[in-house]
């Protein structure tokens, strides 16, 4: 088996089956089911996902692993999902709550053919009118985002997540696909560089792990002979729901990334957050409204 997509969850019940939708093998594009397994974590749900779940994807290559009890934070989950993993290549999703455009399978694979040792990223987006953050606070909802999954017709045509989601700013003055990222939520390389990196680093014990997906990112672009690949024109949608900082006040989200970063600090010895590695890109532009350098910031809430 060529790849072991990992997802981890916790209490997602709205969100995961639509996640599993955007991973099945009639929605990626070029995907065999026979290349690739999913491999859904529980993180501990109150009511474990597995059974609380209506439907899972027909044809879909779904294996199921639940912490119960289950840590705060998701590195052991993900540790251990790679250690059961089947496939050569691992793509870690730390939030399941995430929906793909259809083709981030098709060019990830590209990525591993064109280079020997690549790490490769998709860019995070929100669904909705702008960063979430700031629009759970003007009112947007899980009903409004199930209004406008609808009024797009998704799961019919998945490249129209563009036309309803909104790309992370990162605090940037302008976005491109070509700025650089600091971390991904749908994040490609070799189950063997996973391993030898020693995994997920289980020091990153805060709720929702922290800075731990942020210091995986980095540290494994940063690796002698690793290319770090950013996808361009496919990109991995944020479901609004009850997230560690995603959807708390701006007092309270202030002071857990605060804490983050202490811990950060305290575990590396500095607060270099972002790789400074030469990137590779590679993608297409599959639509009009994927063309993000054409669009104005949203004006900020208040």
Known sequence: MRLSIIVVGYQMQRELPRT????????????DPGDYEVIVVDNG?????????????????LRWLRLDPAPPSPAQGLNRAVAM??????????????????????????????FDE????????????????ETVKAGYNQAREDALLASIDWPRDGYRLF??????????????WFNRMFESNCLFMRR?????????????????????NLDLYKRAVESEGVVPVQLV??????????????????TLRDDRLAE??????????????????PLAFLGHLPTQASKIHLRKRAAPVG
């Not at 496939?87 to 694979?109: E, F, K, N, Q, R």
């Not at 790490?119 to 702008?130: K, Q």
């Not at 202490?262 to 607060?271: E, T």
């Open 20 to 31: 599993l939708e955007a991973l099945s093998p009639d929605y990626q594009l070029n995907s």
């Open 45 to 61: 749900s109150p009511e474990p996902l597995e059974a609380s779940l209506s439907r899972v994807p027909e044809g879909l290559p």
């Open 85 to 114: 993993a089947r496939g050569d290549i691992v793509c870690l999703m730390v939030d399941g709550a995430h929906l793909l455009t259809p083709g981030v399978l098709d060019w990830a694979g590209r990525a591993f053919a064109a």
């Open 118 to 133: 690549p790490v490769v990223a998709v860019r995070y987006f929100y669904l909705g009118p702008g960063e979430q953050p």
């Open 163 to 176: 036309e309803v989601g909104t790309p992370l700013w990162g605090g940037a003055e302008r976005i491109t």
């Open 192 to 212: 063997d560089l996973f391993l030898a990196l020693g995994g997920a680093d289980e020091r990153f014990d805060l709720p929702g792990g922290g800075f731990l």
């Open 233 to 250: 024109g496919e990109g991995s949608f944020h479901q609004v729901h009850g997230g560690t900082t995603t959807n708390s006040s701006d």
């Open 260 to 277: 983050y970063l202490a811990q950060y600090q305290a575990l590396r010895g500095h607060q270099h957050l972002v790789s400074d590695k």
